[in-house]
């Protein structure tokens, strides 16, 4: 397998726990925290006990991994000005308890990303999805594609977030909020399906072969 440059640029070597974790443990461990956290919404102190939640397990995740306070502040910069207005927005829109979570939640989710491409070198990471997918090969679905596209959507994890929200809103819109396979099925689909669009675009300009 022929590997793309890495876009994913935030592995740093060393020999911590999560470093040594195998990478199917640490991608599934952030698709359940990311799962829980956002299906863990109601009542609205519920929602912020869970976002506060994910932010800790992060944070705690990051120092067993060794990272610096620059590393978790390099993780969430970009984030600052989006968050603040989001944050405002929230305030007028929903009130504050779920401005709190929606801010603390990307927060955490984004450093729980961050934990994890920083302590698995990203070809591990292809490398480990495009065995996963291999067996797919025979309805068509190209596994180099699929992984490279899903590193640049782990890597973009607030828009990953947003497709959980939409899920979450459409499964309460038809009176299925409290069904996890409600949510989880759906909010997989759509997630695979934002992969596969980014390999086409990827591909139609030379970068996915």
Request: glycine share 8%; aromatic share 2%; proline share 7%.
């Amino acid at each position: 397998m022929s590997h793309p440059p890495q876009v994913v640029a935030l592995h740093r070597p060393g020999t911590s726990l999560l470093h040594r974790a195998p990478v199917g443990a640490k991608l599934g461990g952030l698709v359940l925290l990311s799962a829980v956290a956002v299906a863990l919404d109601d009542p609205p102190t519920l929602g912020l006990a869970s976002a506060a939640g994910a932010l800790l397990v992060a944070l705690l995740a990051g120092a067993v991994a060794g990272q610096r306070l620059s590393d978790l502040r390099a993780s969430v910069r970009p984030l600052l000005l989006p968050l603040v207005v989001l944050g405002a927005l929230q305030v007028l829109l929903a009130g504050p308890l779920e401005a709190a979570r929606t801010v603390l939640l990307l927060l955490g989710l984004t450093l729980a990303a961050s934990v994890v491409t920083a302590t698995t070198a990203l070809n591990a990471m292809l490398d480990a999805i495009v065995r996963w997918l291999g067996p797919l090969r025979r309805v068509g679905v190209d596994p180099d594609r699929v992984a490279l596209a899903f590193s640049l959507t782990l890597s973009a994890l607030p828009a990953t977030l947003a497709l959980a929200w939409e899920t979450r809103d459409a499964a309460r819109a038809r009176g299925l909020g409290r069904h996890p396979r409600a949510f989880l099925t759906p909010f997989v689909v759509r997630v695979v399906k934002r992969a596969h669009d980014t390999g086409d675009a990827l591909a139609a300009r030379g970068l996915g072969d």
